[in-house]
T-cell receptor, first 111, second 118 residues
C-alpha cells in the first residue's frame, strides 16, 4: 500500500528564517512525486513534480528535492504570504493515476 | 496553468436531501477526473476516479449508491450526494487530467465545495 508521511505537522517560522519540510514515501515504484500548496478553504495549487532521485526544482523561494525514500521542500527566506499548508503526494508506477496524499505541513510565517 | 471550476462553492442542505456538485475543466479536455473529500485539518482522500463515457471507479469504503458520479462530457463531471446526512458534511474537491497528457502530468484542482448537512 502506498504511504506518504509528512513532517513536521506544523511549523512556525519568523520572516526570513529558512527551513525544510519533509515528505517520506513508500510506493511500489515511483511514477511521480508532487508538491502542492493549499490555502484555507481552497483547492490545492500545483507547485512541483519530481520524477527521479537527484532531481531538483525551484520556484521563487521554494526548492524541491527528491531521493529514493523522501523529498524535501526547502523554503528560503520565507515571507508571511508563504503561510499555507504544503501537501506532498505520489503516483505509483502501476498505472494508477490518482494521487496519494500525505497529511500536510501547516506553515505559518510571522512578520 | 489549466483552470478547473466547481459549483457551488458552498451549500447547506437539510438531512435527507440530495446535492449535486459540478466540476468543469474550463480550457482543456479532461478524460479523467478525480473526486476527493477533505475533513478539517486532514488531507485529501480519494473517493473515486471518473472517466469520460464510462462508469466511475470507487475507492474501497466509498458507497457507490450514495455518491453518484457522472462524467458525461470531456469538460464536466458531477458528484451527487444522495440522501445526505450530517456525517457527509465535508470539503469536496475535484481534479482533472488533461486528455492531451504527456507521460507524466499534474492534476489541476478545483477550488472545492463546502457541504454542510443540517
Amino acid at each position: 500500500e502506498d504511504q506518504v508521511t509528512q513532517s513536521p505537522e506544523a511549523l512556525r517560522l519568523q520572516e526570513g528564517e529558512s527551513s525544510s519540510l519533509n515528505c517520506s514515501y513508500t510506493v511500489s515504484g515511483l511514477r511521480g512525486l508532487f508538491w502542492y500548496r493549499q490555502d484555507p478553504g481552497k483547492g490545492p495549487e500545483f507547485l512541483f513534480t519530481l520524477y527521479s532521485a537527484g532531481e531538483e526544482k525551484e520556484k521563487e523561494r521554494l526548492k524541491a528535492t527528491l531521493t529514493k525514500k523522501e523529498s524535501f521542500l526547502h523554503i528560503t527566506a520565507p515571507k508571511p504570504e508563504d503561510s499555507a499548508t504544503y501537501l506532498c503526494a505520489v503516483i505509483p508506477n502501476t498505472g494508477r493515476r490518482a494521487l496519494t496524499f500525505g497529511s500536510g505541513t501547516r506553515l505559518q510565517v510571522q512578520p | 496553468g489549466a483552470v478547473v471550476s466547481q459549483h457551488p462553492s458552498r451549500v447547506i442542505c437539510k438531512s435527507g436531501t440530495s446535492v449535486k456538485i459540478e466540476c468543469r475543466s474550463l480550457d482543456f479536455q479532461a478524460t479523467t477526473m478525480f473526486w476527493y473529500r477533505q475533513f478539517p485539518k486532514q488531507s485529501l482522500m480519494l473517493m473515486a476516479t471518473s472517466n469520460e463515457g464510462s462508469k466511475a471507479t470507487y475507492e474501497q469504503g466509498v458507497e457507490k449508491d450514495k455518491f453518484l458520479i457522472n462524467h458525461a462530457s470531456l469538460t464536466l463531471s458531477t458528484l451527487t450526494v444522495t440522501s445526505a446526512h450530517p456525517e457527509d458534511s465535508s470539503f469536496y474537491i475535484c481534479s482533472a487530467l488533461s486528455g492531451a497528457a504527456l507521460l507524466y502530468n499534474e492534476q489541476f484542482f478545483g477550488p472545492g465545495t463546502r457541504l454542510t448537512v443540517l
